[in-house]
């Protein structure tokens, strides 16, 4: 399976973790690149932030529209059905830019995994089944699709795991987010949730917060 397209920011020293970090629905890896500047990491930090790109096709809630996409979405809505062979495909991708870089010498324990909207649900189903441990998983205004047919790693299941969520989301409803974290603590897992007055975007306070969980979990003075 060919890798994805990245953009690849790396720090001024030798990497010794990376952050993965999936864009939501008709976007690009961009989008989030914009992000770092905000994050005030120390100028030392030794941490490459992957932003993959999504790849293009129709999407049925579109109007059948051709956009970057982790997976088509057939209807919106509390149900919000979709193409989960696609999912599982896209979690594939990513798992295999994991591989890529414990191949480059980062440690699968240095390793985050984030996703917004769309790829943080791609995000929750490759951190919780990748069979190494991972540092973190960070889920920004998103939801668990697979929630019901996952097979958590040994590996993973003491996986921390951040969940943030706008409380005026009309995208992906607040309840969504919660829901994903009910079902998150069902598989014996312990996330951490967040709400913040915004809708589905991100918004100062929570960069703050991304900011110190990211330092806080890749021990990063």
């Not at 293009?56 to 149900?79: C, F, H, K, Q, R």
């Not at 598989?187 to 330092?215: F, N, T």
Request: hydrophobic share 45%; charged share 15%.
């Amino acid at each position: 399976m060919p890798l994805l397209d990245c953009v690849e920011v790396n720090p001024r020293v030798k990497p010794t973790a990376t952050v993965i970090w999936l864009h939501g629905l008709g976007s690009n890896g961009h989008d989030f690149e914009a992000i770092l500047p905000e994050l005030k990491l120390p100028a030392n930090a030794p941490v490459r932030f992957i932003f993959p790109h999504a790849p293009s096709m129709p999407v049925t809630v579109n109007g059948g529209m051709v956009m970057p996409a982790w997976y088509d979405i057939l209807e919106m809505g509390l149900g919000r059905k979709l193409d989960k062979a696609q999912l599982l495909e896209s979690s594939q991708k990513i798992a295999g830019l994991i591989d890529r870089e414990r191949a480059r010498g980062i440690a699968s324990d240095r390793i985050i995994l984030a996703g917004f909207s769309q790829g943080g649900a791609v995000a929750y189903q490759t951190a919780l089944t990748y069979p190494h441990p991972l540092a973190g998983l960070l889920a920004l205004s998103t939801y668990f699709p697979t929630a019901k047919r996952v097979e958590v790693s040994p590996a993973n299941q003491e996986l921390p795991i951040e969940v943030m969520h706008g409380s005026y989301d009309p995208v992906v409803l607040p309840s969504l987010g919660k829901a994903a974290v009910d079902a998150l603590e069902a598989l014996g897992l312990q996330p951490h949730w967040r709400l913040y007055p915004m809708e589905h975007q991100v918004c100062l306070q929570q960069v703050e917060d991304i900011a110190s969980w990211l330092k806080h979990t890749l021990q990063i003075q």
